[in-house]
């Protein structure tokens, strides 16, 4: 039996097996091994990264231990890291979305985006980049695109940069540490 546990927006615990933390380090680690080094083209396969990460960005524990807390805090950095890939890619591709996550309205991850509360101060600034860009996403008009298509009133690409440094290239520096 697990002692994770994920919040719902309503506050209730839901219960998180090993089978599910397990599904999410697979795609946390594949996703920061793929896009290290990358800011805005991330790269993220249609058939791939399919969990709903936006429900474990509140991931918690009943039983701290050295392994709780590190999943803790890979739960956390990894769902925001792929929350920031998901923009970026909804920001790539804003009309057709082909991605199972996308078939999620874009205020589902925007209201557990506004629900989570950072473990630290250091994410704040991770939090507030998900939280403009999903808004901005979600009043996306014509107006915001030129006349081939491509969007030209937003750039994200700061905060891109702050995730591409301060979660993706800092995992690895972590890891090498610990």
């Given at each position: 039996?697990?002692?994770?546990?994920?919040?719902?927006?309503?506050?209730?615990?839901?219960?998180?097996?090993?089978?599910?933390?397990?599904?999410?380090?697979?795609?946390?680690?594949?996703?920061f091994d793929d896009n290290l080094g990358e800011t805005v083209s991330i790269y993220m396969p249609a058939d791939e990264f399919?969990?709903?990460?936006?429900?474990?960005?509140?991931?918690?524990?009943?039983?701290?231990?050295?392994?709780?807390?590190?999943?803790?805090?890979?739960?956390?950095?990894?769902?925001?890291?792929?929350?920031?890939?998901?923009?970026?890619?909804?920001?790539?591709?804003?009309?057709?979305?082909?991605?199972?996550?996308?078939?999620?309205?874009?205020?589902?991850?925007?209201?557990?985006?506004?629900?989570?509360?950072?473990?630290?101060?250091?994410?704040?600034p991770a939090r507030d980049h998900v939280l403009r860009t999903l808004t901005f996403v979600?009043?996306?008009?014509?107006?915001?695109?030129?006349?081939?298509?491509?969007?030209?009133?937003?750039?994200?690409?700061?905060?891109?940069?702050?995730?591409?440094?301060?979660?993706?290239?800092?995992?690895?520096?972590?890891?090498?540490?610990?």
């Open positions: 039996m697990s002692s994770y546990y994920r919040v719902e927006l309503s506050g209730e615990r839901v219960a998180v097996s090993y089978a599910e933390l397990a599904a999410l380090r697979k795609d946390i680690l594949r996703y399919t969990l709903p990460y936006w429900k474990y960005l509140s991931l918690g524990f009943t039983r701290p231990s050295a392994e709780s807390v590190h999943y803790q805090r890979l739960v956390e950095e990894g769902c925001l890291a792929l929350l920031n890939g998901i923009t970026l890619e909804l920001l790539d591709e804003p009309i057709v979305i082909t991605r199972h996550w996308a078939a999620e309205p874009v205020e589902t991850l925007l209201r557990y985006a506004e629900y989570y509360q950072p473990s630290s101060a250091r994410l704040v979600q009043n996306l008009s014509e107006r915001d695109f030129d006349q081939y298509g491509l969007l030209t009133t937003a750039d994200h690409l700061p905060g891109a940069k702050w995730f591409a440094e301060e979660i993706v290239r800092a995992y690895f520096s972590w890891r090498l540490t610990v």
